[in-house]
């Protein structure tokens, strides 16, 4: 039961560009310990430079279809042309460990894994405009041009469902809003709902230091 563990289980969306990736990279290199990022799988190519079980654990179609019948993953969508699936069981276990595991899926999978936990927290990454997103996206040089038409045009598509995210971040300042993705998780340890066993502990010890011996009386 992933909801009644210490860790938050957080989502990051964001349109393909926004800088997902670059802030996940920052966000658990300054803080190693706290945060778990899950690895997903996928049937798209490898990027040059990224390498199997790393960035993603690359399988073909067939084993994809396997991973979904063995109830291997927690969600998985469809993505321009490509399965993307969460592995069960590295999100269990670092929940598990009490780290604050990051899924960076996209909104299909997102809408998924907030009906199966309702405690998720989810974030949605934005560019600071739509030009800068362009720019972003071909400046990385990782796709054909008619891959990054087809992202943007998922980003039209994406747009409609913010709505349903908890909080909106702009990475225009990668520094800043890698303390700000931070902070709103570090917040939402505080929130009273998830602190549900500490609170009831408090009241357990006061109701005891009030039927003790009072003060001054000797026992
Ligand atoms: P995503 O994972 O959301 O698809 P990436 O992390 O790959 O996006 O970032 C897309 C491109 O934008 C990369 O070339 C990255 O270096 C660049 N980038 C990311 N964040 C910023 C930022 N705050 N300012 C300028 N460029 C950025
Ligand atoms: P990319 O091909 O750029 O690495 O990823 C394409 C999209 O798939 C991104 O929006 C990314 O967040 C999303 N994605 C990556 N892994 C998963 C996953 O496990 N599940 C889902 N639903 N989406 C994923």
Same mark, same amino acid.
């Given at each position: 039961?992933?909801?009644?563990?210490?860790?938050?289980?957080?989502?990051?969306?964001?349109?393909?560009?926004?800088?997902?990736?670059?802030?996940?990279?920052?966000?658990?290199?300054?803080?190693?310990?706290?945060?778990?990022?899950?690895?997903?799988?996928?049937?798209?190519?490898?990027?040059?430079?990224?390498?199997?079980?790393?960035?993603?654990?690359?399988?073909?179609?067939?084993?994809?279809?396997?991973?979904?019948?063995?109830?291997?993953?927690?969600?998985?969508?469809?993505?321009?042309?490509?399965?993307?699936?969460?592995?069960?069981?590295?999100?269990?276990?670092?929940?598990?460990?009490?780290?604050?595991?990051?899924?960076?899926?996209?909104?299909?999978?997102?809408?998924?894994?907030?009906?199966?936990?309702?405690?998720?927290?989810?974030?949605?990454?934005?560019?600071?405009?739509?030009?800068?997103?362009?720019?972003?996206?071909? $400046?990385? #040089?990782?796709?054909?041009?008619? /891959? !990054?038409?087809?992202? %943007? @045009?998922?980003? =039209?598509? *994406?747009?409609? $469902?913010? #709505?349903?995210?908890?909080?909106? /971040? !702009?990475?225009?300042? %990668? @520094?800043?809003? =890698?303390? *700000?993705?931070?902070?709103?998780?570090?917040?939402?340890?505080?929130?009273?709902?998830?602190?549900? @066993?500490?609170?009831?502990?408090?009241?357990?010890?006061?109701?005891?230091?009030?039927?003790?011996?009072?003060?001054?009386?000797?026992?």
């Amino acid at each position: 039961m992933i909801q009644k563990h210490k860790g938050i289980l957080t989502v990051v969306s964001g349109f393909s560009g926004a800088g997902k990736g670059t802030i996940m990279k920052k966000l658990l290199a300054d803080h190693p310990d706290r945060y778990a990022l899950s690895v997903s799988a996928t049937t798209r190519r490898p990027r040059e430079g990224e390498t199997d079980g790393v960035e993603y654990f690359f399988r073909s179609r067939e084993e994809f279809e396997r991973m979904i019948a063995d109830e291997a993953l927690i969600e998985y969508a469809e993505y321009v042309g490509n399965y993307y699936g969460t592995p069960r069981r590295y999100v269990a276990e670092q929940l598990d460990a009490g780290r604050d595991v990051i899924l960076e899926i996209e909104i299909q999978g997102a809408l998924k894994i907030k009906r199966r936990f309702p405690d998720a927290l989810l974030l949605f990454v934005m560019p600071p405009d739509a030009k800068e997103l362009k720019h972003r996206l071909s $400046g990385r #040089g990782t796709e054909p041009v008619d /891959v !990054i038409a087809s992202r %943007l @045009e998922r980003a =039209v598509k *994406e747009a409609e $469902g913010i #709505g349903e995210y908890d909080y909106l /971040v !702009i990475n225009d300042v %990668l @520094e800043e809003c =890698v303390e *700000e993705v931070h902070s709103i998780i570090k917040n939402e340890h505080r929130r009273v709902t998830r602190n549900a @066993e500490r609170i009831r502990a408090m009241q357990e010890d006061l109701a005891s230091l009030n039927s003790g011996p009072q003060r001054g009386e000797q026992s």
